[in-house]
């Protein structure tokens, strides 16, 4: 019973061109809860705040970073504090928010964030090179069907001073562990892209080198936390990917019921494995 529409589902519906980080994630949590957002691609009902929340924060850090770094190439001082404030009020949309409560509530957690963000940048040696970049793995099953193509977007690119370079994803929300971040499967799809040569330095479009270092910077406790990848990592992590990848290419769309991740998921109210539901009802 809960392996609705399997297999039989892809040849009436097509899977999506590309698969993405959060697209692995999802299946990796409930194969039907997949298949439900990207094969029957039904629209999700509900809207979630911290999704708009970090989606403003986000866009005023790369406004102000970029802004800094135009600042620095003219031999001009750090734009102020006023300019990451304008930043965020350039993404901000309170209509995105479920409600006014709710627009309200998230919009006096961004200041503090904004503050603690402004100081460390002011406080970075660092050398912002690139924000929001896309990239685009293709990776081989090994079965002779077609490449699995993997896309993804890398917040930012830092260059230290000794020539080293650092990726960095924004983190709104809960703070994760060391161990956490260690085994972060986002960091390890940038790593893998990077390695790939997929990722180009813009002033020389030459493909920039792999990095030293891997951060997830979790915003709104001012905490940064790194890691990094070995080469041995990254085959086993492409080795994953691809797994994944055949495993939904297959039509393995079975759930996966769980009493937290069902009441949680946007499609609690029509899937009929969810938790504590009857056979047969």
Known sequence: RHSTAGHGLLSVASLPESFSHSQFRLYQECPLEYSLANVFRIPAQERKGYFEFGSAIHGAFETFTIARREARAAGLPDPG???????????????A??????????????????RRFFDRELRSATEAL???????LELDPGNGAAPIRFRGVID???????GSLEVIDYKTGRTKSQRDVDDDEQLSAYALAMRSGTVADPASGRPLPSPSRLTLYFAESDLALSTTRTDE????????????????????????PDYRRCSRCDYRGICPSRWGEPPGA
């Open 130 to 136: 690139v924000f929001e970049q896309q990239f685009t």
């Open 233 to 256: 990592q990254l085959d086993a992590f492409r080795d994953h990917l691809v797994a994944v990848a055949l495993r939904i290419r297959s039509g393995d769309f079975a759930a996966n």
């Open 156 to 162: 930012r690119i830092d260059r230290h001073p000794d």
């Open 97 to 114: 928010f479920v409600d006014s409560q709710a627009a309200a509530h998230y919009r006096a957690r961004s200041e503090p964030v904004l």
């Open 81 to 95: 504090f006023e300019a990451l404030q304008a930043g965020l009020e350039q993404e901000w949309e309170p209509t």
